[in-house]
Each structure stands twice: as structure tokens, then as C-alpha cells.
């Protein structure tokens, strides 16, 4: 399609869509059979310079934009929304909170790493049973002179185990509540910090959700990621970052489910004749393609408001919100279409229904969409 792509930008959704089919299509079933890290697919994408490609050129990243990046989170969700889930991850939301609220020291310390692959970012914002902040678990950060002390549990941490730097929400200030609460950048290698298990997931199996353990762990002040009692705004702005990139998941596994649903009404003959021929396959068809059509266009334009550095946060939650409708039905539909086919694990549309809804509840807002759009309309 055409969205007044740049030659740049359409060369490097070519070549995100030549390395989805090279590459991740032909693991994509296996990853989600065994549910493991796909390590040697994400040292591909490091050759691609897929981890960095939207970050600064100083840092080694490749200055290529959002909109870029979003381009190859569709392709790769084409093929796989595990493998795409693992570069969200580490791209949208653990990269872009250092690159946007980092300082200079930080992100010299950090992003190097981040853009070349050494190490893996992930984002521990979730908590066991409770609200951020509120449960017996909390993770909480004890000031402890030049230190911070954290101790407590964080849950379904996407790229948990894996990553070597995670981004851990704490609360500082009990007494403020959620106000009070604070992040910090914290090497995996640290010593405290544990992973008590791996949690099996319905899909996106590939990109591992841990439960980590935080025992008495201690980070040096230096790691503060902006000040204490901001944690909230950043981890608000990140997760709507990560909403548009979530969006365009959505379109690449909608996408892949109705080209293969397309290729099967072609194939499936009743009454003697191809099913796709039927105004009822046709009429779901068209609905598909609409819908699809016109979330990729508002992905594009929020990738496009955020690169250019405009208000995105309510339009990342239109997307969220209209991803989390047209993602399922589509899939639903596919199913529909395809039959007992369509239902059992011989056909793709099982794999891609169980990553679709991973790709719109994996990173839930702090706040339900519509209440981010509604306020934005109010203010």
C-alpha cells in the first residue's frame, strides 16, 4: 500500500519482509511449539540493525524512524507475532524509555548495548494479584545512601529471562501512592535479582513472560530513570509507544490470516463450486480487508506523529482500542471461513488466533483506552 512512503522506508519494508519469510517463517511453528527464546533469529535481526533502527545514530542505532520500525514489526508479525513480541519488547519499550528520559551517562551506558544486540531489554512494570504498587508483592526501592534496595516481585515481564537490562518499576514513597513510584534501569546479572519461573502462555509463546524476584536487590542512584515519583508518566508514554507498535501486530497477523483464509476459499469446493465464490465468504472477506486497511493507516500516522515528535498518546489509544476489535473478529472470522479446518492445529489460523489476542492484552494501558481518548476530548 501506499502511505507516502519514502524510498528508504519502502526498501526497508521489502527487506523486513524478505527476512520474515527467509528467516521466521519457517521456525515460526516450531517457536510455537517449544516456547523458546528464538535466539538465533534475534542475532539475525541484530545483523539487520532491526533492535536499533529507529534510535540515534551516536548510540549505533540507525536513525530510520518509527514509522520504519513499525514497518518491520508488521512484516515480522506476518510470519511470527512471537518474534515481532521479543523486538516490541526490547525496541518500544525498554529502548525508547532510555533514549527518551535517559541522561546523557545513561544512555551512553546503555543504548550501545541495545542497538548491537549485547544485551536484550525487557520492561517489569506488572505485579503479582494487584494493581502497580498496591499488592503484597510490590516491588518497592529503600534509599539506602548512594543506592537504592529493591525488593518485591514483578510478573509476565515479556522478554523475561532473556533480556540483560530490565526496567523496573519500584515504589519509592509508599505514602504517595502511585505517584510514588519511581523506575530504574537494572542489569540482569544483578545480584538479588532471580527468575522464579517461566509462564506458559496461549500465544506469542516465543517471546518468554517471566515472574522475577527481587531479594534485597541494589542498584546504584545513578540508575534512577528520570526522578523519583516519574515512573508513572514514563511507563503511560512507553506503553502508548508500544501501542502503536502493538497496532501494527495486529495488522500483520490479520493480514497473514486472511491471505491464508483467501487462499482457502479458493481451494474449498462445495456444490461445485469454490467457497470464495459465496457472498457470505465474500462479505466476511471484504470486511477483513476494510478493516485491516484502515487500522494500518492509523498505525502509520501515529508512528508517523511520533517520529515527528507531535502529541500521539490518544491516537495510540484508538489504536489500541479499534486492534483490539477488528484483531479478534478477523481471526474469528478466518476460522469461520476455513472450518473443522480453520479450528484444528493443521492450519495456521490457530497459531494466529492465539497471538493476536496476546498482541492486544500483553502490555495493558495503565488506563483503559477509551478513558485516554474521552479525557483528550475533554480537556
Known amino acids: 500500500m501506499s502511505y507516502a512512503l519514502t524510498e528508504e522506508q519502502q526498501l526497508i519494508q521489502q527487506n523486513a519482509r524478505e527476512f520474515a519469510t527467509e528467516y521466521v517463517e519457517p521456525a515460526a511453528a516450531e517457536i510455537d511449539h517449544t ?7 534475534v542475532k539475525k535481526m541484530i545483523e539487520q540493525d532491526f533492535l536499533g533502527i529507529f534510535l540515534p545514530g551516536e548510540f549505533g542505532g540507525a536513525e530510520a524512524g518509527y514509522l520504519s520500525y513499525t514497518l518491520i514489526i508488521e512484516e515480522l508479525s506476518r510470519a511470527s507475532g512471537a518474534v515481532a513480541a521479543v523486538l516490541l519488547n526490547h525496541a518500544s519499550l525498554a529502548a525508547y524509555s532510555i533514549n527518551r528520559w535517559g541522561s546523557a551517562e545513561q544512555k551512553q551506558a546503555y543504548l ?3 542497538c548491537q544486540g549485547e544485551k536484550l531489554g525487557a520492561f517489569a512494570l506488572n505485579e503479582p494479584g494487584a494493581a502497580l504498587g498496591a499488592g503484597e508483592h510490590r516491588v518497592t526501592a529503600v534509599k539506602d545512601g548512594d543506592s537504592y534496595v529493591l525488593s518485591g516481585r514483578k510478573c509476565y515481564v515479556a522478554n523475561g529471562g532473556a533480556a540483560g537490562l530490565y526496567i523496573v518499576f519500584a515504589q519509592t514513597d509508599p505514602e504517595a501512592g502511585a505517584k510514588g513510584i519511581s523506575a530504574f534501569l537494572v542489569d540482569a546479572k544483578t545480584d538479588g535479582l532471580s527468575v522464579a519461573r517461566l509462564i506458559d502462555k496461549m500465544g506469542l509463546r516465543g517471546c518468554q513472560s517471566a515472574e522475577l524476584v527481587f531479594d534485597q536487590v541494589k542498584v546504584p542512584a545513578a540508575n534512577l530513570l528520570g526522578a523519583e515519583g516519574a515512573g508513572l508518566a514514563i511507563a503511560a508514554e512507553a506503553l502508548a509507544a508500544a501501542s502503536i507498535a502493538e497496532g501494527a501486530m495486529v495488522v500483520g497477523i490479520a493480514q497473514a490470516a486472511m491471505e491464508d483464509a483467501v487462499k482457502y476459499g479458493k481451494q474449498r469446493i ?12 465474500q462479505s466476511m472477506l471484504a470486511e477483513m480487508a476494510a478493516n485491516i486497511h484502515m487500522l494500518r493507516l492509523a498505525v502509520y500516522d501515529a508512528a508517523s506523529l511520533l517520529e515527528n515528535g507531535q502529541a500521539f498518546v490518544a491516537e495510540a489509544a484508538m489504536i489500541k482500542l479499534f486492534a483490539a476489535r477488528i484483531g479478534q473478529s478477523a481471526l474469528i472470522d478466518v476460522i469461520q471461513i476455513e472450518g473443522g479446518y480453520g479450528y484444528s492445529q493443521e492450519m495456521v489460523a490457530s497459531r494466529l488466533y492465539r497471538d493476536v489476542k496476546g498482541a492486544v492484552i500483553k502490555n495493558s494501558s495503565l488506563d483503559f483506552p477509551e478513558k485516554i481518548i474521552a479525557g483528550n476530548l475533554l480537556a
Not at 270 to 281: C, E, K, N, S, V
Open 112 to 114: 550501545p548495548s541495545l
Open 35 to 41: 516456547a523458546a527464546h528464538p535466539a538465533d533469529i
Open 270 to 281: 462445495q456444490f461445485r463450486r469454490p467457497i470464495a465464490t459465496f457472498p457470505a465468504i
